[in-house]
Nanobody, 115 residues
Framework: QVQLVESGGGLVQAGGSLRLSCAAS????????MGWYHQAPGEQRELVAHINSAGKSYYRDSVKGRFTISRDNARRTVYLQMNSLKPEDTAVYYC?????????WGQGTQVTVSS
């Protein structure tokens, strides 16, 4: 059974940093594209960043230069380092693993940035 478990969310002041982790079990991740999404209240879930099996990454414009996605295939873990956080980054952050058949989701971790 595939499981993705996020951790590392919390409350931080604007300008601060957080590091999110997503630990996978029941699967290996080295051949998968892994992503981080966020969803603010009343908003649609949006892609924040993803990283493919070759290590190539993509970022939405609003986080470029502030967030870094990385992966440790041996630990089956994906990270999202978030620096220079802004109040508009406040959301639930979800980890996702893309496979040809479906996308697996974690349960989400809340990130709240106070001004």
């Amino acid at each position: 059974q595939v499981q993705l478990v996020e951790s590392g969310g919390g409350l931080v002041q604007a300008g601060g940093s957080l590091r999110l982790s997503c630990a996978a079990s029941g699967t290996i991740i080295r051949s998968k594209t892994m992503g981080w999404y966020h969803q603010a209240p009343g908003e649609q879930r949006e892609l924040v960043a993803h990283i493919n099996s070759a290590g190539k990454s993509y970022y939405r414009d609003s986080v470029k230069g502030r967030f870094t996605i990385s992966r440790d295939n041996a630990r089956r873990t994906v990270y999202l380092q978030m620096n220079s956080l802004k109040p508009e980054d406040t959301a639930v952050y979800y980890c996702a693993m893309n496979t040809p058949l479906q996308t697996y989701w974690g349960q989400g971790t809340q990130v709240t940035v106070s001004s």
